[in-house]
């Protein structure tokens, strides 16, 4: 059985830093792509970052890119999202997925099949 679990989130003033991390079991991430989306009450589920299989190719919304950066720990099992610089327009739920069917990071959420609970990332302005 896959489980994927977010942690880290939480309250942050803006201009602040979080780092969210996503342990998995049941799954090697390495293998495939792995992606961050979060997403507001009344609005879709907006991709963030994804981390591809082996040496890791990314890919960044444009949104965050410069500020946050996603990262994986092989041996730990588990996916990173560095944030920095945050904004009041940051603030979601934070989920990660992983597409046990794709190598290649992308930001289709229709095809990542798993997904955590999420995380709620709060930032004051």
């Known amino acids: 059985q896959v489980q994927l679990v977010e942690s880290g989130g939480g309250l942050v003033q803006a201009g602040g830093s979080l780092r969210l991390s996503c342990a998995a079991s049941?799954?090697?991430?390495?293998?495939?792509?792995t992606g961050w989306f979060r997403q507001v009450p009344g609005k879709e589920r907006e991709f963030v970052a994804a981390?591809?299989?082996?040496?890791?190719?990314?890919k960044t919304a444009d949104s965050v890119k410069g500020r946050f950066t996603i990262s994986r720990d092989n041996a730990k099992n588990t996916v990173y999202l560095e944030m920095n610089s945050l904004k009041p327009g940051d603030a979601a739920v934070y989920y990660c997925a992983a597409d046990d069917s794709n190598r290649v990071p992308h930001s289709d959420s229709a095809t990542y099949g798993y997904w955590g609970q999420g995380t709620q990332v709060t930032v004051s302005s």
């Open positions: 981390i591809g299989w082996g040496s890791g190719l990314r």
């Open positions: 049941g799954l090697t991430l390495r293998s495939y792509a």
